[in-house]
């Protein structure tokens, strides 16, 4: 099948997402204490994700709690939370739709053009995860963005953009040029069978026939 190095590298970079996606939904590095004004203090720092908070101090170890209960979590957290779920269910299902879609694998026969389609629906899916995480992403540092520059929250209370955020964003590049390669090759490939099986013209009847027919009528008119 033509264009492999498409496929291969389309599904590793897909890989990659999927662990980029995996990371920064469990991480708690989303937001992070800011050390501005006089606030600075060099012994705790505060780690707040998606599903719990960190405390780590200087003379104690790294200490994590889980939110109690969900009904007292913020709904852009709520949705955050959704939405990262999705994407990494979906990043899951995208990669196993696309090693179903290589050649090596023989689920769905020697039909060509449905393994072409499953690697374009494997594309496709990487780019729809890339949008699911960039929502919460973005969301999440724009509030971020917000409070830091709102004077009337306390100093004590602003947060700086954590490192999953930023991990976040080089999973959605990732997912968008992977998802991208998979596409262009299904791309490729509709356009290779269009020109390879051109559509039938109309029958025309052989114009030699009806003078053959017509002479023959007339050699036996003769004889008779």
């Not at 290779?192 to 036996?220: E, I, L």
Request: with cysteine; hydrophobic share 50%.
């Amino acid at each position: 099948m033509a264009f492999y190095p498409l496929q291969i590298a389309g599904l590793v970079l897909g890989f990659f997402g999927m662990l980029g996606t995996l990371a920064t939904t469990l991480l708690p590095q989303w937001r992070v204490s800011a050390f501005i004004g006089s606030n600075i203090i060099v012994f705790e720092r505060i780690w707040e994700g998606l599903w719990m908070a960190c405390v780590r101090q200087a003379t104690v170890r790294l200490q994590c709690k889980f939110y109690s209960s969900m009904l007292e979590l913020p709904p852009a957290l709520e949705a955050a939370r959704a939405l990262m779920c999705v994407a990494a269910a979906l990043s899951l299902i995208s990669l196993l739709i696309g090693i179903c879609g290589m050649k090596q694998i023989q689920c769905t026969g020697s039909n060509k053009r449905v393994k072409v389609y499953l690697l374009g629906t494997s594309g496709a899916l990487f780019i729809l995860t890339g949008i699911f995480i960039l929502i919460p992403v973005c969301w999440t540092a724009n509030i971020i963005i917000r409070d830091f520059y709102n004077p009337a929250i306390h100093v004590g209370q602003k947060r700086e953009l954590g490192a999953a955020l930023f991990l976040g964003w080089a999973s959605v590049a990732v997912l968008f040029i992977g998802g991208g390669l998979l596409c262009g090759y299904w791309c490729c490939n509709r356009k290779k069978q269009t020109f390879r099986y051109p559509a039938p013209g109309n029958a025309v009847p052989h114009p030699d026939k009806p003078r053959n027919n017509s002479a023959y009528g007339n050699t036996a008119h003769s004889k008779i």
